[in-house]
T-cell receptor, first 115, second 116 residues
Framework: DTEVTQTPKHLVMGMTNKKSLKCEQH?????MYWYKQKAKKPPELMFV???????INESVPSRFSPECPNSSLLNLHLHALQPEDSALYLC??????????????FGPGTRLTVL | AQKVTQAQTEISVVEKEDVTLDCVYE???????LFWYKQPPSGELVFLIR??????QNEISGRYSWNFQKSTSSFNFTITASQVVDSAVYFC?????????????FGKGTKLSVIP
């Protein structure tokens, strides 16, 4: 299994809603990532989990809350988002944390719209 | 810190034409890694190739080929006999190893449109 899966594919939410994005991989990868991608821009790193522990938070607002329940799952909890948070949210994984030579495998993303 | 420059924002070619996507990188690290990813309209980034800084061999995979030249800090990507399915945004990216070196530095991407 060489896939990263993400659910849901699309999400529309109001600014007062609470929702979660889910990501799963079964490749035995020990690093998992959340990226945010706005239209016509490259992905921007948000969070990195290394061996199920949060290693990097790229100064992301607290309305985004990541969680790594186990080595295969990664969640992103959303609360009180703003319209400017509308974007494609990509999950990725790589074999070894801190190894720049490991390619990252990306999921199909969740297209989030905040009304 | 690294920097990746993809000067071509958008390219249009007619099907079966060859096309080269340019990538220029800047880094102070002696060991680094370069990547190409494809992002079709569906959104998923698809890994295409990785090249290590100490391996300047060019690579060919089917219709795809990559030319890595340290002398010009370039890692260009050529598609031969382009097809409509090649239409996508292509990102060049760079990474380094070491503690905390998780981040890929992406270029801004080149949108390739292959016209039938």
């Amino acid at each position: 299994d060489t896939e990263v899966t993400q659910t849901p594919k699309h999400l529309v939410m109001g600014m007062t809603n609470k929702k979660s994005l889910k990501c799963e991989q079964h490749m035995g990868h020990r690093a998992m990532y959340w990226y945010k991608q706005k239209a016509k821009k490259p992905p921007e790193l948000m969070f990195v989990y290394s061996y199920e522990k949060l290693s990097i938070n790229e100064s992301v607002p607290s309305r985004f809350s990541p969680e790594c329940p186990n080595s295969s799952l990664l969640n992103l909890h959303l609360h009180a988002l703003q319209p400017e948070d509308s974007a494609l949210y990509l999950c990725a994984s790589s074999q070894e944390p801190g190894a720049g030579y490991n390619e990252q495998f990306f999921g199909p993303g969740t297209r989030l719209t905040v009304l | 810190a690294q920097k990746v420059t993809q000067a071509q924002t958008e390219i249009s070619v007619v099907e079966k034409e060859d096309v080269t996507l340019d990538c220029v990188y800047e880094t102070r690290d002696t060991t680094y890694y370069l990547f190409w990813y494809k992002q079709p309209p569906s959104g998923e980034l698809v890994f295409l190739i990785r090249r290590n800084s100490f391996d300047e061999q060019n690579e060919i995979s089917g219709r795809y080929s990559w030319n890595f030249q340290k002398s010009t800090s370039s890692f260009n990507f050529t598609i031969t006999a382009s097809q409509v399915v090649d239409s996508a945004v292509y990102f060049c990216a760079a990474g380094v190893s070491g503690a905390g070196s998780y981040q890929l530095t992406f270029g801004k991407g080149t949108k390739l449109s292959v016209i039938p």
